[in-house]
């Protein structure tokens, strides 16, 4: 059973770096599909498996035919730079022991945060990064409505 999603304790700074990277977006936004399919029980794959769906994107690959090494480096970016982030702020649980990780209800809340400040910025197409100015305003508003219901 996926346990009550977490207080978002976050500034709206470390928010917005975030919603900054387009694959930490993008893999917020797939895990938040695959949860969907069951929201009750948490959603536990191994890395290398995202690292698939991420090379994949990330090279723009059709069919997911991505090479060995595309699916190293994507996987060794998970380890290294994102799922780390995800963990510590408890939007995922990432277990480096077994190259697991797993999802929580905050994995969700924090997808439906990306969505939403999305939708209120914009984004630099050539390199799929949210500019800093406008994502923080748009983690400020988010945060202040998000936060209410915890307090």
């Known amino acids: 059973m996926i346990e009550e999603p977490m207080p978002v304790d976050l500034a709206p700074g470390e928010l917005a770096e975030l919603v900054a990277s387009d694959t930490r977006r993008r893999l917020l936004s797939g895990l938040d599909e695959l949860m969907m399919m069951d929201p009750t029980e948490p959603y536990e794959p191994r890395v290398t498996h995202l690292a698939i769906d991420i090379a994949a994107l990330d090279d723009d690959i059709k069919n997911h035919f991505s090479s060995v090494k595309q699916i190293q480096d994507a996987a060794d970016r998970l380890r290294e730079e994102h799922l780390p982030i995800f963990d510590r702020y408890g939007i995922v649980e990432y277990n480096r022991d077994e190259d697991r990780i797993r999802t929580t209800k905050s994995t969700m809340l924090f997808a ?15 390199s799929g990064t949210i500019s800093a100015d406008y994502a ?16």
Not at 112 to 126: Q, R, Y
Not at 136 to 151: H, I
Request: glycine share 4%.
């Open 112 to 126: 439906a945060a990306i969505e939403e400040i999305e939708d209120a910025v914009d984004t630099d197409e050539t």
């Open 136 to 151: 923080e305003e748009a983690a400020k508003t988010w945060l202040s409505t998000a936060t209410q219901g915890f307090s």
